[in-house]
C-alpha cells in the first residue's frame, strides 16, 4: 500500500505546492477531500466533447452525457453494494439527502409522540432536519450518549430505542471523533421495533468498505466532495419501496411523466426525485471519482489510514500539553484526530498550523451538542485520506512542537 500511495500522490496536482514557504501538508479531509487529475480531466472532456443536457435528447451529445450520467448509478451500486442502480438518486450532498429523507419519507410517516433516536454526536445536517420535522410533525428527539471510544453506547441504545422509535438517523463514523459506531447492531435494535434506519455515510463511504445489504440498513447519504469527487455532488440511497413512499420536493422538468392542466404524474424512483437540470458534469466526475476509489480498494485505504493513525497518535500524546478527544487507541480514530493544546485556542493552533504548511480544521465542526458533550466550545482537527503519508504525519507532529514552543 505504501508503494501505490507514493504513486498515487502524483495523481493530485493541488498537493504539489507551498503554502507560506512550506510544502503542504493537507490535513482537511473531513471537510473535503481534494481532487485526483482523473477527475478534474473527467469535467473537462465532459464541457469539451459532451456538454448536453441528458435525457429525451436524441442528438448524440445528448446521449453520450446520458449514457455517462446514468453509468455512475451502477458505479454507486457496486460501491456500497446496492441491490439495484434504480435505488441510487443524485443530490448536491449528505445534507439534502438526509433532508429529503426527513421531509419526503418521514414527514408523512410520523404522528405526535413517536420518537426520533439521534446521538450526541451527529453532525447538524444529521440534527436540524430533524428537528424541523418534530416541529411539524408532534414527534420528538431521543439522544444516545457515546461510551469512552466515542462510539453509540449499545446498552444505552436498547434502553431507548423501543415500540415508540419510528425513526434512527445515525452517523456511521464521527466526524469530530473517527469512531466507528455499531451501525448493524443499531440496524438490528429499529428493525425490531418496526423503525428505519437511516445512516449518514459522509465519514465513511470514502475511507471503508461500506455494504448496505450486510448492514440492512434502510437509507444511506453521503457526499461526492468528500471521496474525491466534485462539489455539489451526492447520493441517497434507499431500499427501492421507501424510495416509491417518498415525494419528490423540487417539482418541475425532468421529474415528471405527464402534465395535465389540473395535475401531473411523475417519472419511476429515481427520476422522480431529479427535477431540473442537474449537475451532470458533477455526477460524472463522481463515477470518476468512484473508479479512482474502486481501482486502490476501500479496504486498502482504511488499512493505511489506520497505519498512519497507529504511527502518529502515539507522538501527538507525547507532544507537552496535547489534549486528544476521544480514544487514546489509534484503532479507534478512522483518519480523524481531534484535540486541543493547552491554553490555546484551536484557531491560534490552526493558524500556526498553516504557517508551517500545515491545514487543520479548528472550530466546532457542525457539531455543537457534541462540543457541549466535550466541555469544549471548538477543536483543532487533522484528518488524513488515502494520499497522505508519513512525512505528512511526521510533519503535523513536528509543527505542533513549534506550535507549543511557539507559544511559550
Given at each position: 500500500?505504501?508503494?501505490?500511495?507514493?504513486?498515487?500522490?502524483?495523481?493530485?496536482?493541488?498537493?504539489?505546492?507551498?503554502?507560506?514557504?512550506?510544502?503542504?501538508?493537507?490535513?482537511?479531509?473531513?471537510?473535503?477531500?481534494?481532487?485526483?487529475?482523473?477527475?478534474?480531466?473527467?469535467?473537462?472532456?465532459?464541457?469539451?466533447?459532451?456538454?448536453?443536457?441528458?435525457?429525451?435528447?436524441?442528438?448524440?451529445?445528448?446521449?453520450?452525457?446520458?449514457?455517462?450520467?446514468?453509468?455512475?448509478?451502477?458505479?454507486?451500486?457496486?460501491?456500497?453494494?446496492?441491490?439495484?442502480?434504480?435505488?441510487?438518486?443524485?443530490?448536491?450532498?449528505?445534507?439534502?439527502?438526509?433532508?429529503?429523507?426527513?421531509?419526503?419519507?418521514?414527514?408523512?410517516?410520523?404522528?405526535?409522540?413517536?420518537?426520533?433516536?439521534?446521538?450526541?454526536?451527529?453532525?447538524?445536517?444529521?440534527?436540524?432536519?430533524?428537528?424541523?420535522?418534530?416541529?411539524?410533525?408532534?414527534?420528538?428527539?431521543?439522544?444516545?450518549?457515546?461510551?469512552?471510544?466515542?462510539?453509540?453506547?449499545?446498552?444505552?441504545?436498547?434502553?431507548?430505542?423501543?415500540?415508540?422509535?419510528?425513526?434512527?438517523?445515525?452517523?456511521?463514523?464521527?466526524?469530530?471523533?473517527?469512531?466507528?459506531?455499531?451501525?448493524?447492531?443499531?440496524?438490528?435494535?429499529?428493525?425490531?421495533?418496526?423503525?428505519i434506519m437511516v445512516v449518514d455515510g459522509a465519514q465513511s463511504v470514502p475511507h471503508m468498505p461500506v455494504d448496505v445489504q450486510a448492514l440492512d440498513i434502510d437509507f444511506l447519504a453521503f457526499s461526492g466532495h468528500k471521496m474525491l469527487g466534485p462539489t455539489g455532488t451526492g447520493i441517497l440511497w434507499g431500499k427501492r419501496e421507501l424510495l416509491e413512499l417518498m415525494s419528490p420536493l423540487d417539482f418541475g422538468g425532468e421529474m415528471i411523466d405527464f402534465v395535465e392542466l389540473d395535475h401531473s404524474t411523475f417519472k419511476e424512483v429515481p427520476w422522480k426525485f431529479e427535477g431540473g437540470t442537474q449537475n451532470i458534469a458533477g455526477v460524472i466526475g463522481l463515477g470518476?471519482?468512484?473508479?479512482?476509489?474502486?481501482?486502490?480498494?476501500?479496504?486498502?485505504?482504511?488499512?493505511?489510514?489506520?497505519?498512519?493513525?497507529?504511527?502518529?497518535?502515539?507522538?501527538?500524546?507525547?507532544?507537552?500539553?496535547?489534549?486528544?478527544?476521544?480514544?487514546?487507541?489509534?484503532?479507534?480514530h478512522l483518519g480523524i484526530i481531534s484535540f486541543n493544546l493547552a491554553g490555546l485556542h484551536p484557531h491560534d493552533t490552526a493558524t500556526v498550523l498553516d504557517m508551517e504548511g500545515v491545514a487543520v480544521r479548528a472550530g466546532h465542526h457542525c457539531a455543537q451538542p457534541m462540543m457541549r458533550k466535550l466541555g469544549v466550545p471548538a477543536t483543532a482537527r487533522a484528518s488524513f485520506y488515502l494520499y497522505n503519508t508519513q512525512e505528512d504525519a511526521d510533519k503535523l507532529v513536528d509543527a505542533l512542537q513549534k506550535t507549543r514552543e511557539f507559544f511559550k
Open positions: 500500500m505504501v508503494k501505490k500511495i507514493s504513486e498515487l500522490r502524483a495523481d493530485f496536482p493541488i498537493l504539489d505546492q507551498t503554502v507560506n514557504g512550506e510544502p503542504l501538508v493537507y490535513l482537511d479531509n473531513a471537510a473535503s477531500s481534494q481532487k485526483p487529475k482523473q477527475v478534474i480531466q473527467k469535467l473537462v472532456d465532459y464541457y469539451e466533447h459532451d456538454n448536453a443536457n441528458v435525457h429525451r435528447g436524441v442528438h448524440t451529445l445528448s446521449q453520450r452525457a446520458t449514457q455517462a450520467y446514468e453509468a455512475t448509478r451502477d458505479k454507486v451500486k457496486r460501491l456500497i453494494n446496492a441491490p439495484s442502480e434504480r435505488e441510487v438518486v443524485y443530490t448536491k450532498g449528505t445534507t439534502e439527502a438526509i433532508n429529503w429523507i426527513a421531509r419526503g419519507y418521514a414527514q408523512k410517516i410520523l404522528k405526535p409522540g413517536d420518537e426520533i433516536v439521534l446521538s450526541y454526536a451527529e453532525h447538524h445536517s444529521n440534527i436540524v432536519p430533524w428537528q424541523q420535522v418534530c416541529e411539524q410533525t408532534g414527534a420528538k428527539l431521543v439522544y444516545l450518549d457515546l461510551n469512552k471510544r466515542g462510539q453509540v453506547e449499545l446498552a444505552d441504545a436498547k434502553q431507548k430505542i423501543g415500540q415508540k422509535t419510528k425513526l434512527v438517523s445515525l452517523a456511521q463514523v464521527s466526524n469530530v471523533l473517527g469512531a466507528l459506531n455499531p451501525i448493524k447492531e443499531i440496524a438490528e435494535l429499529a428493525h425490531a421495533n418496526q423503525a470518476e471519482a468512484i473508479d479512482y476509489l474502486l481501482s486502490i480498494g476501500l479496504d486498502q485505504i482504511q488499512a493505511h489510514e489506520q497505519a498512519l493513525m497507529a504511527d502518529v497518535l502515539p507522538k501527538l500524546q507525547q507532544i507537552e500539553g496535547f489534549e486528544l478527544y476521544g480514544s487514546p487507541d489509534p484503532k479507534d
